[in-house]
């Protein structure tokens, strides 16, 4: 009995020294306006932040190019940013971690923004945004990470954004956000498979609209949809057929069931929510309000805000959630010639508990590893 009660105790103690071990961890961050991806350092068991290494990106030191969409291999051994201003064209490239060295580069379409990787079929995929272009369907670019061959575009809606990939790889969901939809993409026969409106009144007209070619000669009108959710983000949940969408034109996160294909409820939000993720273990909603400088997290099992948490300025970007759900690394821009920075978030206490300063118009942002400290 002696022998029981002493293993059961040191059992525990080993366990409880376990979930004590403090952790390191390594987020990238892009700094769109100054050609720049920082490897953030946050340190578990001081609570303290700080830049590890900046790398530029970019071509032309005289140009701004923009790094914009952020991404890590399932390995962990690479990062991808891509390049989002370009002549016209934007780029994706490829660096190792770890040595942060450039690897090799592919062009894409116009202003490349966010991207994920399946972990059914290893490719990359990468909506074009198209934010200077024509307001006409724009592009899902899928890549081979390891070659770095473009593979396919697959036409989708006007201005995608908010790209992400299911667990299982299968599927790739984003939004068009000047058509308030939904799209999901087979991530093996690269098609779109369907297409959700996501307007509680549908799509409304813009006035017909009639531009001059290079010849001088009228195009042909086209009526365009006008906006009113504006969805910028995607995310589809670890385990559940489920999909969470920012409404930032509604003020509204809409949660669709993908068995169903429908709209099962809508939350109001703080002003203009832009980015969001589900924890890993799909307890969690973390959404930033870029209309107000702040971040929400959500209960996804009550649909309730737990917290709203101011940020450290302004313009509150985007959201990486730590492996183990304890930290929400938030990207902010920033105003005019401010810095960005990335505010770090304890989800267990629900506050703010640290923030480093980057540089401006911190954006893209990724979550690269934790590891314990020695």
């Known amino acids: 009995m002696r022998y029981l009660k002493f293993l059961l105790f040191y059992g525990l103690m080993f366990l409880c020294n376990q979930a004590l071990v403090a952790q390191d961890y390594y987020v990238y961050v892009a700094a769109e306006s100054d050609d720049e991806v920082s490897l953030i350092h946050f340190d578990g068991e001081t609570g303290k932040g700080n830049i590890a290494e900046t790398i530029e990106v970019g071509t032309w030191p005289q140009e701004n190019e923009g790094p914009h969409g952020l991404t890590v291999s399932p390995d962990g051994k690479h990062w991808f940013v891509s390049i989002a201003h370009g002549q016209p064209y934007g780029k994706l490239w490829k660096y190792e971690t770890g040595t942060n060295e450039f690897v090799e580069e592919v062009e894409l379409g116009m202003f490349p923004a966010t991207m994920d990787i399946s972990a059914s079929t290893g490719l990359l995929y990468v909506v074009n945004f198209n934010l200077h272009g024509d307001m006409e369907p724009s592009t899902v670019s899928v890549i081979d990470p390891e070659s770095m061959m473009r593979l396919a575009d697959i036409e989708t809606g006007i201005m995608p954004h908010g790209s992400r990939v299911n667990d299982e790889g299968t599927r790739q969901y984003h939004v068009s956000m000047m058509t308030d939809e939904l799209m999901e993409i087979n991530t093996k026969t690269l098609e779109v498979q369907r297409r959700l409106k996501l307007s509680e009144n549908g799509s ?171």
């Open 204 to 374: 409304q007209s813009m006035h017909a609209s009639s531009n001059m070619d290079h010849s001088g000669m009228k195009r042909s009108e086209v009526h365009h949809p006008k906006p009113v959710e504006k969805p910028t983000w995607a995310d589809p949940h670890p385990t559940k057929p489920l999909v969470y969408v920012a409404g930032n034109g509604s003020d509204e996160i809409i949660v669709i069931d993908t068995k169903k294909w429908e709209i099962t409820n809508r939350w109001d939000t703080g002003k203009a929510p832009y980015n969001l993720e589900v924890s890993h273990d799909g307890k969690l909603l973390v959404v930033t309000y870029k209309g107000e400088g702040a971040t929400g997290v959500w209960d996804l099992e009550s649909g309730k805000e737990l917290a709203k948490i101011k940020n450290s300025r302004k313009v509150s970007h985007g959201v990486a959630i730590s492996a183990d759900n304890k930290y929400a690394f938030i990207s902010v821009e920033g105003i005019g010639g401010e810095p960005g920075s990335v505010d770090i978030i304890n989800l267990e206490k629900l506050e703010r508990v640290d923030v480093v300063e980057t540089g401006k118009q911190a954006g893209g942002i990724i979550f690269w590893k934790q590891e314990n400290l020695d």
